[in-house]
């Protein structure tokens, strides 16, 4: 069982920057990617970054690549998602998710757990 909390969400004005967090109970030996999502007003569920648990190559969407940079805090047992340069258009709920298993997906629907999400909202 993988549980997974977000936080950090909040409001802020266009430019400036935001750093959400996901903290994710699961055991040591899992194999597991870890994925950001987004979800808009009106829009389909949308994948923003993702990375392994383990570590190692992370993968991010065109639109993010540049602005947004996934990590992993080993001593806060977190994945982070730096957001910078933030835009009215990246208004969303951010959901952190996990997908059981070594294999890197950008498909929201190939991931077997998520958080409860946390709402982002940029301002202009």
């Known amino acids: 069982q993988v549980r997974l909390v977000e936080s950090g969400g909040g409001l802020v004005q266009a430019g400036g920057s935001l750093r959400l967090s996901c903290e994710a109970s699961?055991?040591?030996?899992?194999?597991?990617?870890m994925g950001w999502f987004r979800q808009g007003p009106g829009k389909e569920r949308e994948f923003v970054a993702a990375?392994?648990?383990?570590?190692?190559?992370?993968y991010y969407a065109d639109s993010m690549k540049g602005r947004f940079t996934i990590s992993r805090d080993h001593a806060r047992n977190t994945v982070n998602l730096q957001m910078n340069s933030l835009k009215t258009e990246d208004t969303a709920v951010y959901y952190c998710?996990?997908?059981?298993?070594?294999?890197?997906?950008?498909?929201?629907?190939?991931?077997?757990?998520w958080g409860q999400g946390t709402q982002v909202t940029v301002s202009s």
């Open positions: 699961t055991p040591a030996s899992s194999s597991l990617v």
């Open positions: 990375m392994r648990w383990s570590g190692g190559s992370t």
């Open positions: 998710g996990a997908r059981v298993g070594p294999t890197y997906s950008s498909d929201y629907a190939e991931y077997d757990y």
